[in-house]
């Protein structure tokens, strides 16, 4: 599975948007682009994935360059309960977790 | 809907003890992850089971063993417990998609925490 990479922290304010980015730079065709988060000491929870066009879903929007080698993850209207631990995996079966970023959404 | 249970939820056990945890993938669900997460580090993942058969293995220690059974719930075996096996324990189940290079989302349970002293 290809290595990621992430920023260790970062902010966010209640409201705002969370642009949370990941380098995949050596990404293989066939590798997906997942993102999970774990907060506090819950079992990690998927948000969306993504192999070549952008997603969205009810949680958040997948944004994947056109050369796949980075992704970011948007959350629209971040709210407290986002405050976590995002998780930006490249797998095509089995995961492999990173240092992810962990997200503190700030009234 | 029902999601992945994994019991105990709390064990404490002595150095050079044993454990089994035990993990009930989602309705069928086929295959079934194991991690572990120490204290302020991310999760690792440990082995997985497809169809019964052990389909990955990652850093699991000699000391720990696994299998999935014919009703697909899987244990998972520790022997000569350490101290640095406390942990968290995560089982993760999903189903495999029928296409070769399709996703599989993976659903994680609560957990178990796993305490040595």
């Known amino acids: 599975d290809a290595k990621t990479t992430q920023p260790p922290s970062m902010d966010c304010a209640e409201g705002r948007a969370a642009n949370l980015p990941c380098n995949h730079s050596?990404?293989?065709?066939?590798?997906?682009v997942y993102w999970y988060r774990q907060i506090h000491s819950q079992g990690p929870q998927y948000i969306i994935h993504g192999l070549k066009n952008n997603e969205t879903n009810e949680m958040a929007s997948l944004i994947i360059t056109e050369d796949r080698k980075s992704s970011t993850l948007i959350l629209p209207h971040a709210t407290l309960r986002d405050t976590a631990v995002y998780y930006c995996?490249?797998?095509?079966?089995?995961?492999?977790f990173g240092a992810g970023t962990r997200l503190t959404v700030k009234p | 809907a029902a999601g992945v249970i994994q019991s105990p939820r709390h064990l404490i056990k002595e150095k050079r003890e044993t454990a089994t945890l035990k993990c009930y993938p989602i309705p069928r669900h086929d295959t079934v992850y194991w991690y572990q997460q120490g204290p302020g580090q991310d999760p690792q993942f440990l082995i997985s089971?497809?169809?019964?058969?052990?389909?990955d293995k990652g850093s699991i220690p000699d000391r720990f063993s696994a299998q999935q059974f014919s009703d697909y719930h899987s244990e998972l075996n520790m022997s000569s417990l350490e101290l640095g096996d406390s942990a968290l324990y995560f089982c993760a189940s999903s189903s495999l998609g029928v296409i070769a290079d399709s996703y599989n989302e993976q659903f994680f349970g609560p957990g178990t925490r796993l305490t040595v002293l």
């Open positions: 995996i490249v797998r095509v079966y089995d995961m492999r």
């Open positions: 089971f497809y169809e019964k058969m052990q389909s």
């Open positions: 050596t990404i293989s065709g066939n590798e997906y």
